[in-house]
C-alpha cells in the first residue's frame, strides 16, 4: 500500500508539473504570436509610410507645375507656361536667395495636392533648407483633432537658422512615430556678371506622421498649451489653399 500511494503521489505531482509545463508553454506561444502579429504590422505600416514618403518627395520636386499659381496645370497650353517644380524652385531662388510669395503659393498648392490621399490622418512638414545657414522655404499641415480643423502654415520666415531648427527638431520628437525622406539639391546664385555660382549645400525634406495635437513641451517633458504656430515664437503665416 505504501509503494502504491507513493507511486500515486509522484503520478499527480508528475501531472502537476506536466500541466504547469504545457500551461507556461501555451501562455509563451499566445504571447509571441499576439506580439509578433503587432510587430509585424507595425513595421508594415512604417516601411509603407517611409516609401510613400520617398514617391511623394520625387513626384514634388519633379512634377509639372504653371508658373502663375492662379492657372490650372489643364488649361490650354498657349495660355498657361509649365516647368518642373524644382527648376522653378532653384531659378527664384537664384535672384535673391529668396523665393517669392507666388512661388511658395505653387509649391505648398503642389504639395498639398500630392499629399492629399493621406492628408485625412497624416500631418506633415516639408522643408527646404541650406544647410547650417537658412531655411528657404518651410510648410506645415497641422490638423486641429478636437475641432477637425485642419490649418497650412509658412513658417521660419526672418527666423534664426539654429533657433528654428531646435524647435522644428523638438516639434518631430514629440509627435510621435515619423517616416521621412530627404533628397540634396543644388541652390546657386546669379553675380553681377550674370553668371551662376557653384551651388549651396541644401536639401529638402519631407516629414509625415499621425495627426495628433501639437502641443508645447517643457524640459522635464510634461506638456502645455496647444502650439501657436501663428504667434511670433514660429513666424508662421497661415495659408489658405483655396
Avoid at 21 to 49: E, Q, W
Avoid at 107 to 118: M, R, S, V, Y
Avoid at 126 to 142: A, M, R
Wanted: net charge negative; charged share 20%.
Amino acid at each position: 500500500m505504501e509503494k502504491l500511494g507513493a507511486r500515486a503521489q509522484a503520478a499527480v505531482t508528475d501531472a502537476l508539473y506536466f500541466l504547469l509545463i504545457v500551461t507556461g508553454v501555451s501562455v509563451l506561444l499566445f504571447t509571441f504570436s499576439n506580439t509578433y502579429g503587432n510587430s509585424v504590422s507595425t513595421k508594415v505600416t512604417t516601411n509603407h509610410n517611409t516609401t510613400f514618403a520617398a514617391d511623394a518627395l520625387k513626384t514634388i520636386l519633379y512634377s509639372s507645375t504653371p508658373r502663375d499659381p492662379q492657372k490650372s496645370l489643364y488649361a490650354p497650353a498657349t495660355e498657361i507656361e509649365v516647368d518642373h517644380l524644382l527648376a522653378f524652385i532653384k531659378e527664384d531662388y537664384s535672384d535673391d536667395s529668396e523665393l517669392l510669395p507666388q512661388t511658395k503659393e505653387v509649391l505648398a498648392k503642389d504639395i498639398i495636392g500630392i499629399l492629399a490621399p493621406i492628408a485625412t490622418n497624416y500631418d506633415y512638414a516639408f522643408y527646404v533648407s541650406v544647410v547650417e545657414e537658412k531655411f528657404v522655404f518651410v510648410f506645415l499641415k497641422t490638423t486641429d483633432v478636437a475641432n477637425r480643423v485642419v490649418n497650412y502654415y509658412f513658417c521660419g520666415q526672418n527666423s534664426d537658422y539654429r533657433d528654428f531648427k531646435e524647435k522644428l527638431s523638438k516639434l518631430l520628437v514629440n509627435v510621435g512615430e515619423t517616416s521621412s525622406s530627404s533628397s540634396r539639391i543644388k541652390l546657386s546664385l546669379a553675380d553681377a556678371s550674370g553668371g551662376i555660382s557653384a551651388g549651396t549645400n541644401s536639401q529638402v525634406d519631407l516629414v509625415i506622421w499621425n495627426a495628433t495635437a501639437l502641443e508645447t513641451f517643457a524640459d522635464d517633458g510634461s506638456r502645455h498649451e496647444l502650439i501657436d504656430f501663428a504667434g511670433s515664437d514660429w513666424g508662421c503665416t497661415q495659408f489658405n489653399p483655396v
